[in-house]
């Protein structure tokens, strides 16, 4: 009896002490690699950090560090703030116990960074016994440090200014309070994420600050601002209420959109930031619908600065169709669709019943073809198509005998063509079509013009 208790015990504790056992052997296994991680850095540290910010393009970052053995590796780890993805760059320095590691973080930036970005970093430090030292995150401005900036708070915007006067800002900011908050109302924004603009006062104050653009857009002045929703950041040329507006809209739009979203056909981030502006002109579908292109092809906004501002009218005048037409909350509702994933097509079918070729289509004036006609009820009454009159059936067989006629005499003439041979084999040909008919001027033509 006893020996066979002292069994039934051993073969129900086993279990549950390889179970306990296992559990142990994982905790000594965290609090050894948690030793070994505090103690990582242990044997280094940071010394000293330096940033010098010097417009235009400096950011000079830099840090001191030592350890018992010799550094080999720093890395720089930076983003916008707000961005999601981390970056990294190796600063110079010689490897030794105490080095001092620098590099100019504008020339590691692969892509334009505009003044008033916000740049979010932090080093990762190893030393030649693998030990290694993550130092806190920390934030530097890429500031204009050419002028003396002053700022102002409106809502989720903060303005930076420079030589304006207290009663021109003071005047935008009173329109601008009334201006944001319908912002947010229409694009039913709750919580906003703070966002940022920088204004300049003169235009030659803006060529180095502005992204690069062509000489003609430049030379006309055809772009006033831009905005980088990444940065949560607009640039500007005048304390200007609608321009501010614009640019702020942007922002908003890019909020309101969400991380899920696909990508934002300019015509809509376009025609919706140009439409929250409170004194811009809306032009009618008619006098744009033959002097624009189809809303499939105005995915981006490319072209002269003529069929740039149509661009931008056309944009406009289709978003105002929409909520005009059909109200805040179905573009609220068409808004969130596409912040859930939709594709374009499939949030304007689901809100309006409309494709984007239909809603072209009906913007124009035209029958869309979007929706079909809701079935006729009992009782209703829906009139039978009128017969076709004689005057009718006459003009369809005069139009056939006509049809007819010229189909007999381009056959006779086909006929006759083939009974005699072409004495001009290369007739009709096109200088692009035949070399030896090219002018010497031409001959490195390739194609038509």
Same mark, same amino acid.
């Given at each position: 009896?006893?020996?066979?208790?002292?069994?039934?015990?051993?073969?129900?504790?086993?279990?549950?002490?390889?179970?306990?056992?296992?559990?142990?052997?994982?905790?000594?296994?965290?609090?050894?690699?948690?030793?070994?991680?505090?103690?990582?850095?242990?044997?280094?540290?940071?010394?000293?950090?330096?940033?010098?910010?010097?417009?235009?393009?400096?950011?000079?970052?830099?840090?001191?560090?030592?350890?018992?053995?010799?550094?080999?590796?720093?890395?720089?780890?930076?983003?916008?703030?707000?961005?999601?993805?981390?970056?990294?760059?190796?600063?110079?320095?010689?490897?030794?116990?105490?080095?001092?590691?620098?590099?100019?973080?504008?020339?590691?930036?692969?892509?334009?960074?505009?003044?008033?970005?916000?740049?979010?970093?932090?080093?990762?430090?190893?030393?030649?016994?693998?030990?290694?030292?993550?130092?806190?995150?920390?934030?530097?401005?890429?500031?204009?440090?050419?002028?003396?900036?002053?700022?102002?708070?409106?809502?989720?915007?903060?303005?930076?200014?420079?030589?304006?006067?207290?009663?021109?800002?003071?005047?935008?900011?009173?329109?601008?309070?009334?201006?944001?908050?319908?912002?947010?109302?229409?694009?039913?924004?709750?919580?906003?994420?703070?966002?940022?603009?920088?204004?300049?006062?003169?235009?030659?104050?803006?060529?180095?600050?502005?992204?690069?653009?062509?000489?003609?857009?430049?030379?006309?002045?055809?772009?006033?601002?831009?905005?980088?929703?990444?940065?949560?950041?607009?640039?500007?040329?005048?304390?200007?209420?609608?321009?501010?507006?614009?640019?702020?809209?942007?922002?908003?739009?890019?909020?309101?959109?969400?991380?899920?979203? #696909?990508?934002?056909?300019? !015509? @809509?981030?376009? *025609?919706?930031?140009?439409?929250?502006?409170?004194? =811009?002109? $809306?032009?009618?579908?008619?006098?744009?619908?033959?002097?624009?292109?189809?809303?499939?092809?105005?995915?981006?906004?490319?072209?002269?600065?003529?069929?740039?501002?149509?661009?931008?009218?056309?944009?406009?005048?289709?978003?105002?169709?929409?909520?005009?037409?059909?109200?805040?909350?179905?573009?609220?509702?068409?808004?969130?669709?596409?912040?859930?994933?939709?594709?374009?097509?499939?949030?304007?079918?689901?809100?309006?019943?409309?494709?984007?070729?239909?809603?072209?289509?009906?913007?124009?004036?035209?029958?869309?073809?979007?929706?079909?006609?809701?079935?006729?009820?009992?009782?209703?009454?829906?009139?039978?198509?009128?017969?076709?009159?004689?005057? #009718?059936?006459?003009?369809? !067989? @005069?139009?056939? *005998?006509?049809?007819?006629?010229?189909?007999?005499? =381009?056959? $006779?003439?086909?006929?006759?063509?083939?009974?005699?041979?072409?004495?001009?084999?290369?007739?009709?040909?096109?200088?692009?079509?035949?070399?030896?008919?090219?002018?010497?001027?031409?001959?490195?033509?390739?194609?038509?013009?």
């Amino acid at each position: 009896m006893q020996s066979s208790f002292f069994h039934l015990s051993f073969t129900l504790i086993t279990p549950l002490r390889a179970v306990f056992l296992a559990l142990t052997g994982v905790f000594l296994i965290f609090m050894l690699s948690a030793s070994s991680l505090s103690a990582a850095g242990g044997d280094l540290k940071v010394v000293s950090t330096g940033e010098e910010v010097s417009f235009p393009g400096n950011v000079d970052l830099s840090v001191t560090a030592e350890g018992d053995a010799d550094i080999v590796e720093v890395r720089l780890f930076y983003r916008t703030v707000g961005g999601q993805v981390w970056a990294y760059a190796y600063p110079d320095f010689v490897p030794a116990n105490q080095v001092t590691a620098s590099l100019n973080l504008t020339g590691e930036v692969s892509t334009y960074l505009p003044p008033g970005t916000e740049v979010e970093y932090y080093y990762e430090i190893t030393d030649a016994q693998g030990n290694v030292l993550r130092t806190e995150p920390t934030v530097v401005e890429y500031e204009d440090t050419r002028f003396d900036w002053e700022e102002v708070k409106v809502g989720p915007l903060t303005l930076r200014y420079y030589d304006q006067s207290d009663l021109r800002v003071r005047g935008v900011v009173r329109s601008l309070e009334a201006d944001l908050a319908r912002l947010q109302r229409v694009l039913h924004l709750g919580q906003t994420e703070e966002i940022k603009g920088v204004i300049y006062s003169r235009r030659s104050h803006t060529l180095e600050a502005f992204p690069q653009q062509s000489r003609t857009t430049t030379e006309q002045q055809t772009f006033q601002g831009f905005a980088f929703p990444e940065s949560r950041l607009f640039l500007g040329l005048g304390m200007d209420r609608g321009l501010i507006v614009h640019e702020s809209a942007h922002l908003l739009f890019d909020q309101a959109m969400g991380e899920s979203a #696909l990508p934002t056909p300019a !015509w @809509l981030d376009e *025609g919706f930031a140009s439409y929250m502006d409170p004194s =811009v002109k $809306i032009f009618s579908d008619g006098s744009l619908n033959d002097r624009t292109n189809p809303l499939r092809a105005m995915n981006t906004v490319t072209g002269t600065p003529h069929s740039i501002g149509t661009f931008y009218q056309k944009s406009l005048s289709v978003v105002a169709f929409m909520i005009d037409e059909f109200g805040e909350t179905s573009f609220q509702r068409f808004i969130s669709q596409l912040g859930n994933g939709s594709t374009m097509d499939a949030a304007l079918t689901s809100v309006y019943g409309l494709d984007l070729d239909g809603l072209d289509t009906r913007w124009a004036g035209e029958p869309s073809g979007g929706r079909e006609p809701a079935p006729s009820s009992p009782g209703t009454f829906r009139p039978e198509p009128d017969s076709p009159s004689l005057f #009718l059936f006459f003009n369809s !067989w @005069l139009l056939g *005998g006509l049809v007819l006629l010229v189909l007999a005499a =381009v056959s $006779i003439q086909y006929v006759a063509t083939k009974l005699r041979p072409d004495p001009y084999p290369e007739e009709g040909l096109q200088p692009w079509e035949d070399p030896d008919l090219w002018d010497d001027d031409d001959s490195d033509r390739s194609g038509p013009y």
